[in-house]
């Protein structure tokens, strides 16, 4: 079992930066896959970046190449994800995921255990 919180959504305008975390607990993070997904009003879920706990390889999603970073925190059990220049487009709720595997994969019915989800909202 991996137990996921998010935080640190909120308003934001145009241009801005936004971090968010994830603390997860519950499973040994170095055989877990962690990855942002987030959903727009009237959209799909899309993949947005995922990274592997052990390694910390990532893969980037269209919408988060460039603009977004993703980061662990060893200590702290915990995920980031930075976003700067942020574009009114990026609105959505985001969440965290993660399943059993080091493999980083874009689908999101292979994630297993997802938190609560964080409202990004930004302003144009």
């Known amino acids: 079992q991996v137990q996921l919180v998010e935080s640190g959504g909120g308003l934001v305008q145009a241009g801005g930066s936004l971090r968010l975390s994830c603390a997860a607990s519950?499973?040994?993070?170095?055989?877990?896959?962690i990855a942002w997904f987030r959903q727009a009003p009237g959209k799909e879920r899309e993949f947005v970046v995922g990274i592997t706990w052990s390694s910390g390889s990532t893969y980037y999603g269209d919408s988060a190449k460039g603009r977004f970073t993703i980061s662990r925190d060893n200590a702290k059990n915990t995920v980031y994800l930075q976003m700067n220049s942020l574009k009114p487009e990026d609105t959505a709720v985001y969440y965290c995921?993660?399943?059993?595997?080091?493999?980083?994969?874009?689908?999101?019915?292979?994630?297993?255990?997802w938190g609560q989800g964080t409202q990004v909202t930004v302003s144009s």
């Open positions: 519950g499973r040994t993070l170095s055989s877990v896959t």
């Open positions: 995921a993660a399943r059993g595997s080091r493999s980083i994969v874009r689908t999101q019915s292979l994630y297993d255990y």
